[in-house]
Every structure is written in structure tokens, then in C-alpha cells.
């Protein structure tokens, strides 16, 4: 089961959304949803949990969220972040159309996984895995 952060409705949500605090809001959100879920018998073991990114938030959101990824480690499941070819990769490249949004998603994509995100959600698969691959190896550098 994924949980993810949604603010607003589909039709709306990028209609001035505005937070006090985004991660805590979505971290209250999230938390509220898991306890809910694992009331309803779901084990907490089969639950992932999605900030959201690009669903009702501000390109600052989405750029605050990512920075703070590690954040969400404290609701102890897997994070999965999606930020393939979003809006605010083509606001922050000059508003390039979503098809020229590559390099924008790998740097994403990186920063994503180097912050704490254990799966990523891409459209370019075999471009993204060999940025996955150095920085896993990046990573687990001793």
C-alpha cells in the first residue's frame, strides 16, 4: 500500500496551495494515515509512505520536501518520491516542456535518493538506473 500526501482535490490542488509548514504538515498527514491503516490490518511492513511531491505544493514545497526527505524516516517505512518530468523541474529549466525534463529528473532523482528516498517513481528507466547506479555506489562508500 502507498500513502501519499495530497493536498486539495486533482482539479484544484495547484490553486494557490499554501502551507505553514510543509514538512510538518505533511508528516501530521502521513502519520494519522498509517495509524489509520494499520488499524484497518494492514501491516505496517506492506506500507509505503509518498510526501506527495508535485500534488498540491508550491515549486518551494516540492524543493523543501526534497531537501528534507530524511525527515520522513521517523514514520519508519519505505519513501517513495515521484519527481519524473514534474512542473517544477520545467518552471526551474527555463519552463522547458515535460519530453526535455531528463537532466532535471536525475538531479531530482539523485538528491532524492541521497536525502532518503528507497524507491523512485521515473519514465526514463534505463537512463535513471545508471544515475542510480553511481549514486548507490556513492553512497554505500566506506
Known amino acids: 500500500v502507498v500513502l501519499m500526501h495530497m493536498k486539495g482535490m486533482p482539479k484544484t490542488m495547484q490553486l494557490n496551495p499554501?502551507?505553514?509548514?510543509?514538512?510538518?504538515?505533511?508528516?501530521?498527514?502521513?502519520?494519522?494515515?498509517?495509524?489509520?491503516?494499520?488499524?484497518?490490518?494492514?501491516?505496517?511492513?506492506?506500507?509505503?509512505?509518498?510526501?506527495?511531491?508535485?500534488?498540491g505544493k508550491r515549486v518551494e514545497d516540492n524543493l523543501n520536501i526534497i531537501k528534507n526527505l530524511d525527515k520522513f524516516k521517523i514514520l519508519n517505512c519505505p519513501i517513495l518520491t515521484g519527481t519524473s518530468r514534474k512542473s517544477f523541474i520545467g518552471v526551474?529549466?527555463?519552463?522547458?516542456?515535460?519530453?526535455?525534463?531528463?537532466?532535471?529528473?536525475?538531479?531530482?532523482?539523485?538528491?532524492?535518493?541521497?536525502?532518503?528516498?528507497d524507491i523512485v517513481r521515473v519514465h526514463d528507466v534505463k537512463e535513471i538506473w545508471k544515475a542510480i547506479k553511481i549514486t548507490d555506489a556513492l553512497k554505500n562508500l566506506k
Open 18 to 55: 499554501h502551507y505553514d509548514n510543509v514538512i510538518d504538515e505533511i508528516l501530521s498527514f502521513l502519520k494519522e494515515r498509517l495509524n489509520f491503516a494499520v488499524a484497518c490490518g494492514i501491516k505496517k511492513k506492506k506500507i509505503i509512505i509518498d510526501p506527495g511531491i508535485g500534488f
Open 92 to 117: 526551474l529549466s527555463d519552463n522547458i516542456p515535460p519530453e526535455e525534463r531528463l537532466e532535471g529528473t536525475i538531479a531530482s532523482v539523485v538528491i532524492c535518493l541521497m536525502n532518503g528516498a
